[in-house]
């Protein structure tokens, strides 16, 4: 696989679109805010974690340090920091696939058995 810079230039604009998107839905009836941000913003929100994915991978550059710098500005518009964090922990996934108590995307023997059907799964 190849570096591919324009992702860092697309996730930029992305993470832009979002701020630029809340600001003019601010004054907006409930409703229209509402709907809105769940069809829009989470859309936005949703993108920005899969670059923030693609970055933990240093898909973008050569450079450690610029991926990261570029997952972290993805995160300005999510209002929750977890490049980070989400960085540190897929790359143990990746170290520890499918190992029972070490890879961090595996469920927990309480989850397994307390979402065992469609309803608790929704809950």
């Not at 003019?24 to 069809?39: E, M, S």
């Not at 340090?65 to 977890?82: D, G, Q, V």
């Not at 897929?90 to 065992?116: A, C, S, T, W």
């Amino acid at each position: 696989m190849v570096k591919d810079p324009s992702l860092a230039l697309i996730s930029i604009l992305v993470c832009s679109t979002n701020i630029i998107f809340a600001y003019f839905i601010q004054n907006q009836p409930w409703y229209i805010f509402t709907a809105a941000a769940y069809l829009i913003g989470a859309t936005i929100n949703h993108s920005l974690h899969i670059f923030v994915h693609d970055l933990t991978h240093y898909t973008a550059f050569e450079s450690i340090f610029l991926n990261r710098m570029i997952a972290f500005i993805c995160n300005i518009s999510t209002a929750l920091p977890t490049a980070m964090s989400f960085g540190k922990y897929h790359y143990i996934h990746h170290e520890q696939l499918g190992i029972p108590d070490v890879d961090p995307d595996l469920p927990l023997d309480i989850e397994i058995k307390m979402f065992r059907n469609t309803f608790t799964k929704i809950l």
